[in-house]
């Protein structure tokens, strides 16, 4: 650490001590990433091994981005080489760190990003749980009300714009004609997580064993509470109007749902976002068919179909 004061401007430098040196001076090491932030919570059991796997190879991105291609080439650009340009550490490691915490708490038999629980409900995550998870928490937000960083946000919207997932908005209407916001839904794209390199016929392996353990976690509680399900029904129908003794009128609040997907609000992202999709479902198959292909080997088999976004985008405009 140099012995004299630092200045930035006229005004003085006002972090250079605990982390000078490395990279933003915010502690980031490219060679370790932070996979030290993650805060996993506990569960009861073991996570299947396929899940795990997904979490390992979430881990492997960060060592070797060219296992996602629209997620770590983003911004299109070419080395002097003219192989694409990979994204900086920093950005790759909180991508890595929300991405662990979604794959943490996804519900493989629907993919989407929550618990199902016993009487039929969906119990979406909210981003400021999975902030939490991911250790990219607003320092200056109450814990008992957790809020995403600013990094967080940035590393979410890459994340969408690559083609990881659609996000469903969700708001509920009360009895006062008030609205209030709910989690968004947060649906995964398969061929993002193929494309990692789990593979079509493990990802259904896992589908088919989250959809049984489901369906036997309602059975139980159907029979050990039966008149929850005669609850649940008599609200439904409370909720669409299907009154005994007729009329269409109905009595409980409803849950006002946006579009099914909410698109980027840069009409320029939101068209990269596409094209990510269809790089998406590409890398996927080429993996697929090319089980002993490296990452590298793997992008250079999808870049010949779909160049870098820039070269594409010119493609199509001519």
């Given at each position: 650490?140099?012995?004299?004061?630092?200045?930035?401007?006229?005004?003085?430098?006002?972090?250079?001590?605990?982390?000078?040196?490395?990279?933003?001076?915010?502690?980031?090491?490219?060679?370790?990433?932070?996979?030290?932030?993650?805060?996993?919570?506990?569960?009861?059991?073991?996570?299947?091994?396929?899940?795990?796997?997904?979490?390992?190879?979430?881990?492997?991105?960060?060592?070797?981005?060219?296992?996602?291609?629209?997620?770590?080439n983003?911004?299109?650009?070419?080395?002097?080489?003219?192989?694409?340009?990979?994204?900086?550490?920093?950005?790759?490691?909180?991508e890595?760190?929300?991405?662990?915490?979604?794959?943490?708490?996804?519900?493989?038999?629907?993919?989407?990003?929550?618990?199902?629980?016993?009487?039929?409900?969906?119990?979406?995550?909210?981003?400021?749980?999975?902030?939490k998870?991911?250790?990219?928490?607003?320092?200056?937000?109450?814990?008992?009300?957790?809020?995403?960083?600013?990094?967080?946000?940035?590393?979410?919207?890459?994340?969408?714009?690559?083609?990881?997932?659609?996000?469903?908005?969700?708001?509920?209407?009360?009895?006062?004609?008030?609205?209030?916001?709910?989690?968004?839904?947060k649906?995964?794209?398969?061929?993002?997580?193929?494309?990692?390199?789990?593979?079509?016929?493990?990802?259904?392996?896992?589908r088919?064993?989250?959809?049984?353990?489901?369906?036997?976690?309602?059975?139980?509680?159907?029979?050990?509470?039966?008149?929850?399900?005669?609850?649940?029904?008599?609200?439904?129908?409370?909720?669409?109007?299907?009154?005994?003794?007729?009329?269409?009128?109905?009595?409980?609040?409803k849950?006002?749902?946006?579009?099914?997907?909410?698109?980027?609000?840069?009409?320029?992202?939101?068209?990269?976002?596409?094209?990510?999709?269809m790089?998406?479902?590409?890398?996927?198959?080429?993996?697929?068919?090319?089980?002993?292909?490296?990452?590298?080997?793997?992008?250079?088999?999808?870049?010949?179909?779909?160049?870098?976004?820039?070269?594409?985008?010119?493609?199509?405009?001519?």
């Amino acid at each position: 650490m140099p012995h004299f004061a630092l200045r930035w401007g006229k005004a003085a430098y006002l972090h250079p001590g605990k982390w000078w040196g490395t990279g933003n001076r915010c502690g980031h090491d490219p060679q370790k990433g932070e996979f030290d932030r993650l805060n996993r919570p506990t569960t009861q059991r073991e996570l299947p091994k396929a899940q795990q796997k997904l979490l390992e190879l979430v881990q492997r991105y960060y060592e070797s981005p060219a296992m996602l291609p629209t997620l770590s080439n983003l911004n299109g650009r070419k080395n002097l080489d003219g192989n694409p340009r990979s994204n900086r550490s920093e950005a790759r490691a909180a991508e890595s760190l929300v991405l662990s915490a979604i794959v943490q708490f996804l519900d493989f038999a629907s993919l989407r990003v929550g618990t199902p629980k016993p009487d039929g409900t969906f119990k979406p995550r909210s981003c400021g749980e999975l902030a939490k998870v991911a250790g990219l928490l607003d320092p200056k937000c109450d814990p008992s009300y957790p809020q995403p960083s600013e990094r967080f946000w940035r590393a979410w919207r890459r994340l969408k714009i690559a083609g990881a997932f659609t996000v469903h908005q969700i708001a509920e209407k009360r009895p006062d004609g008030s609205t209030r916001a709910r989690p968004a839904i947060k649906h995964i794209n398969q061929d993002f997580l193929v494309a990692l390199g789990i593979g079509y016929g493990k990802l259904k392996e896992m589908r088919d064993w989250a959809s049984r353990s489901i369906k036997r976690a309602k059975k139980r509680f159907a029979e050990q509470f039966p008149g929850e399900g005669d609850a649940k029904k008599a609200r439904a129908n409370l909720v669409t109007g299907k009154i005994a003794g007729g009329g269409n009128r109905s009595y409980m609040p409803k849950e006002r749902r946006g579009p099914r997907d909410t698109p980027d609000v840069n009409p320029e992202k939101q068209r990269q976002r596409e094209y990510s999709l269809m790089v998406n479902r590409w890398t996927a198959e080429v993996a697929q068919n090319n089980p002993n292909a490296s990452p590298r080997e793997i992008r250079d088999l999808v870049n010949k179909k779909y160049p870098p976004y820039q070269v594409w985008r010119d493609q199509q405009n001519e």
